[in-house]
Every structure is written in structure tokens, then in C-alpha cells.
């Protein structure tokens, strides 16, 4: 039985169609869906770009695109002709006139409308406003915007008013792929379907929460964007936010965009101004076999942007007073790991040992790779020795548990998707994206005021020395990233 829930025919314009992102997610996603057949040939995709590009030029990017950066199972040479041949293409001058009337020309009335930019946030308002002027865009059109999603409150403002001179609240998509990973629509699922652990979900309970998004992979190509970003402005002010939000906030009624967004932006606008001295930066250093270190490719010699960073943030609300959540994000570091781990408080008496300590419990959702839920139980040591304690694991991994359902789905495939379904419970809203830097903007202005520079770390390693300080202060520890 096919799961597989068919999306309406529509049109969708893909601006930046031969840029990095279209080529390595968006497209292949797209691939992925008609491949199993959740839109057929009556749909089309019309990329757009600046690039002078005949049709067969834009068919034969996206063919190379797709054997590049697909799935390895979604290499068949008849599929992927199948799905280029819904590719059509447009060159378009976002600040000028050039273009707009042969895209007009492409589109039907009567079909699913969006418009995917994924370009530079400066083209946003060039691009929504000559979609609107020029009598492209309908009242049901989507647009759909990658981040960054603003530098600051200031920026954020101007784009979310910029957008919405043209259009609705209800046909704007802010992407934050995070929220299109398979675990963290679990973690609603986990919260809110099962009655184990909810009622436990609080301070008096929960001694701490750890988030890490944990990469292995340095800046190289991309030195200069980041730069002007690192890791707060990169991750922290969307992605880790946005699990922050999942983890944190209370049980939506329903499941519908609005409940949930409206949850999510109460849980932000509850955080506490963090401390500086609750902040580790880290910048990764050259290694001493040779790698390049982030100066190397910052493009600035003497830049204090790190490419880590940890720090304990306070929900001040009735739920969480008293149990601090940990963030932490970086670069370089020993491996690709993303993770929420739950901590319960220790039993408060141990009745095998008097007066030792039993471990708390500790719920790991992973995030990647190997998206699935560990929950660390104590159990009896199984071999002889009387009544000794251990820890061990509860363990269920996604894919092992329901092999039928096939490979996790990239997050770019449900969220566009979803886009098409007209579902915004996976995007940000535009109050909470500004909420969200209202937060972010004073830590970065703390830290830039202050002039501090970010402490080098090691290739490989968990980072930087004051993350763990940032954790013994508060007798705890991070959790190894293996
Ligand atoms: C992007 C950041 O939004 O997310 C990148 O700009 C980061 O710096 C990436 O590498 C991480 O995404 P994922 O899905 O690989 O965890």
C-alpha cells in the first residue's frame, strides 16, 4: 500500500534554479516526490535565474544535479528524464523588466501557485514586488523565502515588511530546514501522542536539557557568508531556537500552523537575556597535519566570528524555571551529531546504596544520524555481585524499527511539499523570527561591545575549553559527541 499522499498539479518557479541550494536540495527533493509519485507530469517546474540558459541547457544542469547530490536509489537514467522533462526555464532580471512576461506566459491560472527564492535576501523585495506589479502573483499564490531570514531585528523587520507589502501572512513560507527533519516532527510526536512523558516534562523533574548541532565539516567555500554570520547568526538563531521551541513549549489544542506557531513564539519571548559570561565562542585553528584552520577562509585575517558556540539559556516561565537548557553549535568539531538529550532529575533516594547517587535518566532524541530515541534507564548489573547498578539503553532507531517505510525523507521533500499542500506548521512565522532576534541581537551586541575574541579549538574536538567550563560551573557535563 503506497503511503504516499498525491499533492494538486501546480506551477513552481524556482528562482536561483542554478544556484548551490537548488541543485543540491531542492532539486533532488523534488525528484524524489515525483519519482514515488506524489505529483505527476501534469506538473512544472520553472526555474528562473539570471543565467542565459535555453531549456535543454536548464534540463541538462538539473540531469548532472540529480546523479550529483540524489539519493543514491534515485539514479534511474529513465526517471530522471521523466522529471526533467516538467523543467522549463527563464532567464529574469530580479531588478529589472527583463524576463517577467515570458514567465507570465509559463504559468496557468488554475493550478497550485508558488514561488520558491531561493536567492540572496536582498533580491526578496525586488523579486515578491515585480511578482505582484507586474500581475504574476494571485491572492492563493505562495512564496516561499530560504534563510538567512534578516542579520538582526532591524534587517528582519524590513524583510518581513518588504514581503508583506505584496503578500499575506497565510502565502508566506519561511524555511528553516530544521523543522522538515524527521526527529523533530517526531518530538512532537513523542510529547504529544504518548502520556508517559508529559507529565514529567517540567522543572520539577527535568534537571537540564543539552541541544547539540555538532558538525564535522569546516567553512571552506563559503568563508566569506559565514563571516559575517557565525555560528549564532548561522544556527543558533533558527535552528537550535526552533528545537528549543519544540522541546519547550506547551501542547498546542490542535496541530494546525497557528496553535503551534503561537506555542513556539511564547517560548521565545519567555527566554532571559543570557549573561556573557554564560557564552563560550570557539574559532577552529589550523590542525597541526595541515588543515586549514577558519582563517583561512574567513577572507578577514583577524576575524573574532567563531565557528562555535555554547551557552545556557533560561526559559522563565512556570513550566522551566529552574532547569537551564544548554545550546551548543560548531564547525570542525569530532563528528556529525545532532541531538536533544532530556536529562531527568536522579532519584531522590537509593535505597541499594545508601547515600550514593543513582543516575537520572536521560532521553536522547537524534536529530542525525541515526534519527531514532534512546532513553539511558538504570538497570541491575545482569552478571553475579549482588545488587549493583548499571546504566543501559532503551534503544529504537527510526529505520530499524519501521524498515517499511523506507529511508528518512530529506527535509527539503516534506517542506516543499507542504508547500504545495498550503500547510505552514513547519515554517516560521514572522513574529517569531523577529522574536527570535530580538533575543539574539543584544548577546552578539555584548560580545561585539566587549571586543572578545573567540577562543581557538582543535580540529575534532568538542570545542573550546570554555564550553566546558560553562558546564563544570554547574556540576554537570556535557555529553561526549562521538
Ligand atoms: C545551514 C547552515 O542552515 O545548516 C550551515 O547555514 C549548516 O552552516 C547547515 O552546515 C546544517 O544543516 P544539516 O541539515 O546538515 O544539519
Redesign the pocket.
Known sequence: VSRVIPVDTFDLVLFGATGDLARRKILPSLFHRYKIGQFDKTCRVIGASRSVLTQDGFRDLVTEALQTYGHPDDTNSTDIAAFVSLLDYVAIDAKGDDGWTDLAEHLRPDVVQAFYLSVAPSLFADIAGRLKSKKIATADSRIVVE?PFGHDLASAKALNAALGAHFEEHQIYRID??LG?ETVQNLMALRFANSLFEPLWNSSQIDHVQIT?A?S?GVEGRGEY?DRSGAMR??VQ??LMQLLCLTAMEPPARFTPNAVRNEKLKVIEALEPVAQDEIARGQYRASAEGGDGYLDHAGDPNSKTESFIAMKVKVANWRWNGTPFYLRTG?CLRA?E?EIAVFFRAPPHNIFDAGKPVAGNVLVIRL?PDEGITLHTTIKDPGPGGMRLTTAKLDMTFADSLPEAGRPQD?YERLIMDVIRGNQTLFMRGDEVEAAWNWADPLIKGWNDAGTAPQSYDQGSSGPEDSLLLMHRDNRRWREIS
Open positions: 534563510k530546514h530544521y527533519k548541532v558538525e565539516i559565514y548561522d544556527m533558527n535552528h564547525k556529525r545532532s542525525q527535509a
